[in-house]
Nanobody, 127 residues
Framework: QVQPVESGGGLVQAGESLRLSCAAS????????MGWFRQAPGKEREFVAG????????YSAQSVKERFTISRDNAKNTVYLQMNSLKPEDTAVYYC????????????????????WGQGTQVTVSS
């Protein structure tokens, strides 16, 4: 079992950067695919980025592809989301999730593929 806990959210101005961290307890972190999702007010939760168990396969949503980077450090049981050139439309609650689905090199993208979720961290980008 993996229990994710997010940190690093906050209020920034457009164009600035933030790095979110997700510390995941449990001895099975290295065997879980990890992902970031976000939910803006009045909108459905959407996939942002995911990383495979192997750590060398990633997939990012088109809207963040050139600006956000996901990475993981299995030694620290932590996954990161580096967010650069933030825009007001990036304002949302960001969730970290862990997946037991898929193979070693697969990147889960659907909510239904994730088994454990964090409580979320708020990111607010002012214009």
């Amino acid at each position: 079992q993996v229990q994710p806990v997010e940190s690093g959210g906050g209020l920034v101005q457009a164009g600035e950067s933030l790095r979110l961290s997700c510390a995941a307890s449990g001895r099975t972190f290295s065997s879980a695919g990890m992902g970031w999702f976000r939910q803006a007010p009045g909108k459905e939760r959407e996939f942002v980025a995911g990383i495979s168990r192997s750590g060398d396969r990633i997939y990012s949503a088109q809207s963040v592809k050139e600006r956000f980077t996901i990475s993981r450090d299995n030694a620290k049981n932590t996954v990161y989301l580096q967010m650069n050139s933030l825009k007001p439309e990036d304002t949302a609650v960001y969730y970290c999730a862990a997946s037991n689905s898929g193979g070693y090199y697969s990147v889960p993208r659907g909510e239904h593929q994730y088994d454990y979720w964090g409580q979320g961290t708020q990111v607010t980008v002012s214009s």
